[in-house]
């Protein structure tokens, strides 16, 4: 490539770069209501990420949970679960907001899936602490809100 140009593509690249930037500048505010981001509340999530995301991350996560702090909501409250479903021979879901026995996260922290062998997760680690599994327990009791509840 001679200097000219390189000096063109600088240039090109140069407006690009302001064209793209004066986009985003452009784009108008929202109106309305600020969008409301469901999360799970952090004294559930800090379990989710110090001994789940091991495993449960990424595009292709065991039974496609992934339970990163961007996912684990979504791919949990209300959402049909796989094994239990399977085990129990009817749909149940991985978080039944009210109801932590029929929540397949709950069971699998605790009975363990059957179609694991029975292996409670988190999969090849020693069991959730007892204050560790009620205080899912109390999460999911209490509707699994996004918000904290309080023990
Ligand atoms: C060593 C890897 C590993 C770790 C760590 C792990 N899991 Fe799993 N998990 C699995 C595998 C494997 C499955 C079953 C996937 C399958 O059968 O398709 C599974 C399945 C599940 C399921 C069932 C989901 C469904 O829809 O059927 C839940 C709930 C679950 N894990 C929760 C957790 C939680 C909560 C933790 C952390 C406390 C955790 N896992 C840690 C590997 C792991």
């Not at 690009?16 to 784009?27: D, P, R, S």
């Not at 949990?76 to 085990?87: E, P």
Request: hydrophobic fraction near 40%.
């Amino acid at each position: 490539m001679s200097p000219t140009d390189f000096r063109r593509l600088a240039v090109l690249a140069g407006t690009v770069a302001l064209a793209a930037w004066g986009c985003t500048e452009k784009i108008a505010p929202p109106t309305g209501p600020a969008p409301t981001r469901f999360v799970t509340p952090d004294s559930i999530q800090s379990v989710f990420t110090n001994t789940c995301i091991v495993c449960h991350d990424g595009p292709t996560p065991p039974a496609g949970l992934n339970l990163s702090a961007d996912s684990s909501y979504a791919h949990l409250i209300g959402v049909v679960s796989f094994n239990c479903s399977a085990d129990l021979g009817t749909p149940i879901n991985r978080v039944q907001p009210g109801v932590a026995d029929s929540s397949c996260l709950y069971i699998a922290i605790t009975v363990g899936l059957q179609s694991l062998g029975g292996e409670t997760m988190p999969l090849g680690g020693p069991p959730l602490s007892q204050p560790t599994i009620d205080r899912i327990r109390n999460w999911i009791t209490n509707g699994a809100p996004a918000t904290e509840v309080p023990l």
